[in-house]
């Protein structure tokens, strides 16, 4: 080693004193031994007037409350300790760590304003998504992105852009105010860096727009841009009237922060469109419900009266017209119930009397269904069920559909209720040809029709749909397997007779 050569311990000094953290070092005493150039600016104190001092007359009372009790364990324990200081300065922190040794103690502090300043953007921007996802329209959506640009990502001078259709250009929707303070109102841009950007799906950054090729407007008072697309509904832009403006975390955050409005645009449309079907479908099923439904009544008043005086051949037409004319009011009234059923966006299940909605059905089909011969077996339990005020739809289709495809010359239909602790099964067991195992399960489907059946076609698709939400099951049995508890015919697929089976949930 030469002469001049500095000494070990001024090599370690110097490379203390270049690194960020502050580092100190203290006595088995506790008093200062070292500093380095850190941790004299952040204490703001002469390094001569603390060596030698004790750590604890050197400190403010609020530093020295946070570092004592982590300090004392780490010479108590000899292990590593740590703590958080936040510190004089609004919004600034510190990641304090004290490492003992035989010696006394070295303790390290390094800054995490930065890494806390990150996660509080993230955070916000969280919130801000959290809001975007909540909002009814993309004129809200670009609101949103713009307010979120300026209040969280510093960003003041952005604007949100749409895609229209009808004009083929990117249309203004949002401005900051300090947008339209320095460009006034934008114009819509059907070329120039902001187009291409949202033709490419790619964004751009320009230090310099001026100097960049194909510019929408050479005389921008704007220097740099960053231009992010939203997917296919149009683009964000910010700008700033200085060059080489944005930096990385910069862009990152804008196209975090453009794919998260973009999710929240797919959302709105995705609900606007439905919410516009739902009302088209509300106004057909108003429609069918009341001026067609009526039409047809009136059309089946006029076939009973043509009936009183007419015989023969022309007596079958009519009869074919008032079975047409009843099977075309049961196809409404079924369309209404299950466009009522799926719209729906309350479908929690309440109290609801098993007796008294069965009954009532059982009367109404009776009623109408002169040629088939409905009874109970038993009594009906005076019970209440998990359903709701459809739940007469329910029985009345699975009724309807015990008589219109049964083509027995006596048709007859049974409804039995069994009840225990937690369920009602209603089963509902016709003399009809039965359904082969292979449909039992197609026979719920939507469209489904029996075989040479007068129904609808929807009436068992509306009664699983109606289950379904109360959260019971309905299902078909052969009604010998049912009634008996013997297995069917030799033949699985030509049953005779069916036994529906709707079971539901106790109150």
Known sequence: MSRDAPSTDTLHAAILDRISDGVVALNDNLQFTYLNDRAVELLSADRDALLG???????????SAVFRPPLERAVETGTEQSCEWVG??????????????????????????DRRSHEETLGRLHEATRRMLLARSPEAVADLVSSAAVEILGLPLNAVHYYDEATDALRPVVQSPACYDVLGKAPALDSGLAWEAYQSGD??????????????????????ELLVPLGEYGVFIVAAQTTDEFTDTDVTLAKLLAANATVALDQVTTESLLAQQR???????????HDIRNDLQVVGAIAEILGENVDGTQQEYVEKI??????????????????????????????????????DQLTRVTETATDATITVDGEIPDVTVLADEMLGSVFRNVLKNAVQHNREPDPTVTVTVEADETVVRVKVADNGPGIPDDRKESIFGRGERGMSSDGTGIGLYLVETLVDQ????????????????????????????????IELQRE
Do not use: K
């Open 203 to 224: 964004a751009g950054v320009y230090p310099d727009v001026r100097a960049a090729a194909g510019v929408f407007d050479a005389e921008t008072p704007f220097r740099s």
């Open 470 to 501: 109360y959260g019971g099951h309905v299902w078909v049995e052969d009604r010998e397997r049912s009634s008996a508890g013997s297995r069917p015919p030799a033949d699985d697929n030509d049953p005779t007779g069916a036994v529906f089976v």
């Open 322 to 359: 008032r079975r047409n004319t009843a099977a075309a009011v049961e196809l409404t009234t079924s369309a209404q119930e299950l466009v009522e059923a799926m719209l729906r966006t309350e479908t929690e299940p309440c109290p609801v009397s098993l007796r008294e909605s069965l009954e």
């Open 88 to 113: 004089p300065e609004r919004g600034s922190s510190w990641l304090v760590r004290f490492y003992p040794d035989d010696d006394g103690l070295t303790i390290v502090v390094t800054e995490t304003t």
């Open 53 to 63: 001092r004790p750590v604890w007359d050197s400190l403010a009372d609020g530093a």
């Open 279 to 289: 009302d088209n479908l509300e106004l057909l099923t108003r429609m069918m419900s």
